[in-house]
């Protein structure tokens, strides 16, 4: 299972982005699969997640402003992030994963299957 995350950079305040996930090893149809960060010094958080049937989950920081969206005949997964805000900067990583979860343990680090190399995004003026 590889899953190698792109599209990472430098962006003003109100900036966007859009994150890929290029996935292999494994058919990306038949799994759920999402996106984790980690700012630095903080632990690593859920940021959303998309299901076999493409129905999409958001945390509260993420909803109206990430969008979160798979090509499964392309073996990739995207992550559009409008409005940055520097507290978004962290290294952003997709993931294998339930979505979102059981109650009480949504986007836990608990349901993560695997974990890909992540990419770098820093908003700042």
């Known amino acids: 299972v590889q899953l190698q995350a792109s599209g990472g950079g430098l962006v003003q305040p109100g900036g966007s982005l859009r994150l890929s996930c290029l996935t292999s090893g494994f058919t990306l149809e038949y799994y759920p699969v999402g996106w984790f960060r980690q700012a630095p010094g903080k632990e690593r958080e859920g940021v959303a997640c998309i299901t076999r049937d493409a129905s999409a989950h958001y945390v509260d920081s993420a909803k109206g402003r990430f969008t979160i969206s798979r090509d499964n005949g392309k073996n990739t997964l995207y992550l559009q992030m409008n409005n940055l805000k520097p507290e978004d900067t962290a290294v952003y990583y997709c993931?294998?994963?339930?979505?979102?979860?059981?109650?009480?343990?949504?986007?836990?680090?608990?349901?993560?299957?695997?974990w890909g190399r992540g990419t770098l995004v820093t908003v700042s003026s």
């Open positions: 993931v294998t994963t339930w979505c979102p979860g059981p109650e009480g343990e949504h986007f836990g680090l608990r349901g993560v299957g695997s």
